[in-house]
């Protein structure tokens, strides 16, 4: 992998970093509504799939979504200006935190139902089987999701129709408050794979380059007509779910534990370490992060809202 | 002209908009092979082949969450829902994905799907298989929903679905397959969102749409012969709700009775009633009427359930009424 290559990925994890600190504060300042489900701790999740994939390859996923839309090259401007709902926003301040995308950069979103995009993703897949494409639908789900019908009816007729998905469950131990002991009747998500006959995998989700090579690997598979693949990203929430989550459910030594493990120090100091990167050189990427996240909260705040007309439009195509 | 059959034309429909776009391709329980339990596509899977004849799971989440996301990534899809009481199990599709992915992405993501269903009762087959609940459906902004009455309506507005750059949820009714009428040879398309006066009349008009017209066209032939003539407007497509027929027709006769299916609250009636007499209220001279499905589970008992269903007599009566 080049160099340059490897200073990106850190660059877009750091800026995801970044991005969601100032969106905590622009929260609190009540600039920010609704929900907002922040990704610190599973940077290297999104950003190793989306490392991995090819231009072809298709993206979605759940309301975690700013990660993905800041790998996939949404400029940060964008992100922030659809957190304020302004008119710049990608999706014209009409979305919000948890329906970002971009189709240009073939992000398909940003779904907020539990589970309501993997039959969907079905279909993105299907259509690129149907036209020859050799493309890869990448679908993203939480622990969590994996208890409802749609992710089974979704890895079913994956499996039947043999297309080309990778499925990837964020397994980040909770949905909202509740362990995934208590909610799923088996704790290795993967092992619901296997159940239709879908080969699997797991790969700790906190270290960027496991994630990118266990999913350049599946997508080659999927790519060369094996059919779906999924991968379970072993990772976790350092964040409540939402804003102003009491986290009853879990202690604070266990999240201190798992900040130990923090995907962007991992990823530095293997960097370091391999000879890849020296320290000042980080350091200046992390300055222009914040530099970039510095001008892009001003780019938000002073984007018009959306014009009033804008009520109306969009409610059909044609 | 030719007469035709409603199965007749919709499987015209569909299979001339398949032989015109390669991106067409039909989904659903037991379409193909089986030939579609109404056998609207009997030899479309040996013809097409099952690449874009294809018999899915009996999973309808994933019915038309597939149909949308192919849709999204640029297919024509249409995804076929045995019958529209099993599309409470894609509910969350409908709804949630399908009608809002347009507005809710700024505009960014299409979904060019067609949804096609059957309803309506009198068949016998027990309350969880009998229902129409057709205003359920239409009570979303995003989604298109259409029911015809005729076969003409039926191939023309199916072809129209097809090639509409928005979701179309179409539903068709059980006990019409076999009604015939005049389908021309040549193409044509009905346009989405346009009601059509179906029997012209001056003392009052009926709105309805669906199995509806069926028997409203047949209340009035039997008012014609005590020498009252109604005039029938059917709605044909639910949303976008085309008023203005209905209103220039309620100027004219200043009475109204709206005929459907469905069970009467909150129901088509409910909102056609509203809608008239928020735009037509000065030209009122009897309140507006409904002739309804009475608001219970339809029974399986054949007695009790036309009871429940409207009969013919019923909107006789109901136009009596008004006058
Ligand atoms: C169908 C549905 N039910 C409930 C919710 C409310 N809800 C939002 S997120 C969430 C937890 C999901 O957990 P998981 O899939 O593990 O994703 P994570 O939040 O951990 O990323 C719930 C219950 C919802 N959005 N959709
Ligand atoms: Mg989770």
């Known amino acids: 992998m080049e160099k340059d290559t490897h200073l990106d990925i850190y660059h877009q994890m750091v800026l995801i970093r970044r991005v969601e600190e100032r969106a905590t504060e622009l929260y609190q300042q009540g600039k920010i509504g609704g929900f907002l489900h922040l990704y610190i701790g599973q940077e290297a999740v999104s950003t190793g799939l989306v490392a991995a994939r090819r231009p072809q390859d298709r993206i979605i996923t759940a309301y975690r979504d ?51 995009h993997l039959p969907i993703a079905a279909g993105m897949a299907l259509a690129d089987q149907y036209s020859g494409s050799n493309g890869v639908t990448i679908c993203m789900f939480g622990d969590g999701a994996t208890n409802i019908g749609f992710f089974h009816e979704a890895l079913n007729l994956s499996k039947v129709w043999n297309l080309p998905v990778l499925w990837v469950c964020e397994n980040n131990r909770y949905g909202m408050g509740t362990a995934v ?38 997508l080659e598979k999927i ?8 991968l379970e990203a072993l990772t976790y929430r350092f964040r409540g779910h939402s804003m102003g989550d009491p986290e009853r459910y879990r202690d604070s030594s266990e999240v201190k534990k798992w900040q130990e493990n923090d995907p962007i120090g991992i990823y530095r100091a293997y960097l370091t370490a391999e000879g890849l990167a020296i320290e000042p050189e980080l350091d200046a990427i992390e300055n222009s992060v914040e530099e970039e996240v510095q001008a892009a909260v001003q780019f938000a705040e002073s984007s018009p809202e959306p014009a009033p007309e804008e009520l109306f439009t969009d409610v059909y195509a044609a | 002209m030719p007469r035709i059959t409603m199965r007749q034309a919709i499987s015209q429909a569909l299979w001339e908009e398949m032989e015109r776009d390669e991106r067409v391709f039909i989904m659903g329980e037991e379409v193909g092979i089986w030939g579609g339990t109404y056998a609207v596509t ?23 969450g597939a149909g949308i996301g192919a849709a999204m990534a640029g297919l024509r899809p249409i995804s076929e829902l045995m019958t529209v009481n099993f599309a409470f199990s894609a509910m969350d599709h409908i709804v949630n994905e399908a009608a809002k992915m347009h507005y809710m992405f700024g505009g960014q993501m299409r979904v060019p799907l067609v949804i096609r269903t059957v309803g309506g009762g009198g068949r016998q087959l027990g309350a969880t298989h009998s229902q129409t609940p057709d205003a359920v459906f239409a009570h979303f902004p995003g989604l ?28 068709e009714h059980a006990t019409m397959y076999q009604v015939r009428g005049e389908v021309p040879e040549e193409e044509y398309l009905v346009p989405i969102g346009e009601s059509k006066i179906q029997r012209p009349g001056r003392d009052a008009t009926i709105i309805t749409y669906s199995k509806g017209l069926d028997w409203s066209l047949k ?19 639910l949303r976008p709700l085309d008023m203005e027929p209905v209103v220039a027709s ?14 009467r609250s909150y129901g088509v009636g409910a909102e056609v009633a509203a809608r008239i007499q928020e735009e037509a209220f000065d030209y009122l001279d009897a309140p507006v009427l409904r002739v309804a499905q009475k608001e219970v589970p339809l029974p399986y008992n054949r007695t009790l359930e036309q009871s429940a269903l409207p009969q013919v007599a019923d909107v006789v009566r109901a136009v009596k009424e008004v006058l």
Do not use: C
């Not at chain 1, 200006?81 to 992000?107: C, I, P, Q, W, Y």
């Open chain 2, 219 to 237: 209340a009035a032939d039997q008012l014609a012969k005590e020498g009252i003539e109604v005039e029938v407007v059917d709605l044909r497509t």
């Open chain 1, 66 to 116: 700013h990660g993905v839309a800041l790998n996939v090259g949404i400029p940060a401007t964008q992100v922030l200006a659809e957190l304020l709902g302004k008119a710049t926003g990608m999706s014209k301040g009409k979305g919000g935190s948890m329906h970002m995308a971009d189709v240009e950069r073939n992000f398909w979103g940003g779904h907020a139902i539990v589970g309501a």
């Open chain 2, 250 to 263: 309620v100027q004219r006769t200043n009475r109204a009775v709206v005929v459907e299916e469905g069970w």
């Open chain 1, 181 to 218: 002991k208590r909610a799923s009747a088996v704790d290795e998500i993967r092992q619901k794979a296997n159940g239709y006959g879908i080969p699997n995998a797991a790969v700790d989700g906190m270290d960027v380059m496991a994630v990118r090579q266990a999913a350049g690997e599946a």
């Open chain 2, 144 to 171: 298109k929903v259409v029911a015809p009455g005729t076969p003409y309506d039926a191939k023309g507005l199916l072809k129209a679905a097809i090639r509409s750059d928005d979701p179309v949820f179409f539903i």
């Open chain 1, 223 to 230: 790519r060369a007509g094996e059919g779906p693949f999924l």
């Open chain 2, 42 to 64: 009997k030899g479309f899977y040996d013809h097409f082949g099952e690449k874009r004849v294809r018999d899915t799971p009996i999973a309808e989440a994933a019915i038309v």
